[in-house]
């Protein structure tokens, strides 16, 4: 048999051979592994294709109890991930975090870890009782009766206890709800409103309006 006759058979062996595939790879890139109270967990999924198919996060904490899986849509090679909620004490222990990623019949892990600080920030649960005053379902009492039993004495100090009596004598001048607006849109931070917030009640500008009688 002849050279030629072998670059012909050798070029046929070649095409008539299955196609092996690269399998999809996927890995998670940490923005940083130590966080504390009040940030925002934020990473990136990176992925050697677009397959179609969504990643499936499941988070844990160091006891194994974790969230359900997190279905998110890949559509680029590398997908930062943003977190809307920032760890709250009242929420997230101190400790290790597990971060698990299925994309496409690949998998990865990563780990951060919150730490012990002095940040303090206003619970998530007062953006909706925020909106909800803003548009007038709820009144100035029932809002600052919320700020009060909801935000660290820390951050706001109502400096008088708001109960079933005077609830609806709160007095909020229409003008502090663009305060309230900034806030919910995250055009100011939770210090920032908080300040505001505080020196607003220290001037009684938010305050009881209580009508004295006359005595007779």
């Not at 709160?170 to 939770?190: C, H, M, Q, R, T």
Request: include cysteine; aromatic fraction near 10%; glycine fraction near 4%.
């Amino acid at each position: 048999m002849n050279f030629l006759a072998l670059s012909i058979i050798f070029v046929i062996g070649i095409s008539i051979l299955p196609q092996v595939q690269a399998e999809s790879t996927v890995s998670i890139i940490m923005e940083k592994t130590t966080y504390t109270y009040c940030e925002k967990l934020f990473y990136t999924i990176a992925v050697s294709e677009v397959t179609g198919e969504p990643a499936i996060i499941h988070i844990s904490d160091e006891t194994g109890k974790g969230s359900s899986a997190i279905p998110i849509s890949i559509t680029e090679l590398e997908n930062p991930i943003p977190s809307l909620i920032p760890f709250e004490a009242e929420i997230f222990p101190i400790g290790k975090y597990f971060i698990d990623v299925q994309y496409s019949g690949a998998s990865t892990n990563a780990e951060f870890e919150l730490i012990e600080s002095d940040s303090i920030c206003i619970p998530e649960l007062i953006k909706p009782i925020m909106a909800n005053w803003l548009s007038g379902n709820i009144s100035d009492g029932f809002f600052l009766d919320a700020i009060q039993k909801y935000v660290d004495i820390k951050l706001i100090n109502v400096p008088f206890e708001i109960n079933e009596e005077n609830v609806y004598d709160v007095k909020i001048p229409e003008w502090v709800k663009n305060i309230g607006y900034w806030w919910l849109e995250n055009a100011i931070s939770d210090n920032e409103f908080s300040n505001a917030m505080n020196n607003l009640l220290e001037r009684d500008i938010i305050g009881l309006d209580i009508k004295m009688e006359n005595e007779i």
